[in-house]
C-alpha cells in the first residue's frame, strides 16, 4: 500500500541555516507529492507541490523535487528564518484519488 | 474569501457519548474530507465526500460516520466515544476533481478530548 517516510525530528536550526527534510514513499503508481506546514495551533497549509517526476515545487524559499528514481521529496530551504518555526508534513496523492497519505511530521524549531 | 471553518473548536465528552462535528468548505468547493490526528498515529484519513456522497473511506470503525448536505457542507459523528478516540479531526475541501493533484484546503481542527 501507500506509505510515505519522513525525516524523524524534532530538527533545531539557528537562523540562516540550510534545512534539509527527508521525505521517502511507496505508493503503486505515479502519485502527487505535497508537503505541507502546520503553524502552532492552525490547520495545515500547503507549501508547494510536484505531479510528475523531474517537476520541481517552491514556495516562500522552500523547494522539493520528485525523483521517481529514489522515490523522495525531499524539502530544502537555504536559509530558515524563526517564522519557519511549525510542523512539517510530505503527503502523496494516488492518481484517481482525493485523499492524502501522511508521512509523520517534521517539527521545526528556529532559534534567534 | 472565506477558509476552512470547523465547529466546534475544542470539546469534552465522556465514553460512551456520541459527538458531530461540522464543517464548512470554502465556497465552490464540493469535496470535503475528514483526517484524524493525533500524537501516536499522525495524521489518517476518515472518508471523503462528494456532492453528497461517500467517495471514499479511510481504515476506520463504524462508529465513525459522516454526512454531506447540498450545500457542501459536512458534519462527522462519532458514536459510543471511546479514550482512544480523543484526537485533533481536521476537515479540508477540494474542487474534487479525482486527479490526485487537487490541493487540500485544510480547517483549523475540532479538538475533542474524551474522559
Known amino acids: 500500500g501507500d506509505s510515505v517516510t519522513q525525516m524523524e525530528g524534532p530538527v533545531t536550526l539557528s537562523e540562516e541555516a540550510f534545512l534539509t527534510i527527508n521525505c521517502t514513499y511507496t505508493?503503486?503508481?505515479?502519485?502527487?507529492l505535497f508537503w505541507y506546514v502546520q503553524y502552532p495551533g492552525e490547520g495545515l497549509q500547503l507549501l508547494l507541490k510536484a505531479t510528475k517526476a523531474d517537476d520541481k515545487g517552491s514556495n516562500k524559499g522552500f523547494e522539493a523535487t520528485y525523483r521517481k528514481e529514489t522515490t523522495s521529496f525531499h524539502l530544502e530551504k537555504g536559509s530558515v528564518q524563526v517564522s519557519d518555526s511549525a510542523v512539517y508534513f510530505c503527503a502523496l496523492s494516488e492518481a484517481g484519488a482525493n485523499n492524502l497519505f501522511f508521512g509523520t511530521g517534521t517539527r521545526l524549531t528556529v532559534i534567534p | 474569501k472565506a477558509g476552512v471553518t470547523q465547529t466546534p473548536r475544542y470539546l469534552i465528552k465522556t465514553r460512551g457519548q456520541q459527538v458531530t462535528l461540522s464543517c464548512s468548505p470554502i465556497s465552490g468547493h464540493r469535496s470535503v474530507s475528514w483526517y484524524q490526528q493525533t500524537p501516536g498515529q499522525g495524521l489518517q484519513f476518515l472518508f471523503e465526500?462528494?456532492?453528497?456522497?461517500?467517495?471514499n473511506k479511510g481504515n476506520f470503525p463504524g462508529r465513525f460516520s459522516g454526512r454531506q448536505f447540498s450545500n457542501s457542507r459536512s458534519e462527522m459523528n462519532v458514536s459510543t466515544l471511546e479514550l482512544g478516540d480523543s484526537a485533533l479531526y481536521l476537515c479540508?475541501?477540494?474542487?474534487?476533481?479525482?486527479?490526485?493533484?487537487?490541493?487540500?484546503?485544510f480547517g483549523a481542527g475540532s479538538r475533542l478530548t474524551v474522559l
Open positions: 479540508a475541501s477540494s474542487l474534487g476533481t479525482n486527479s490526485g493533484a487537487n490541493v487540500l484546503t
Open positions: 465526500y462528494f456532492s453528497e456522497t461517500q467517495r
Open positions: 505508493a503503486t503508481g505515479y502519485p502527487s
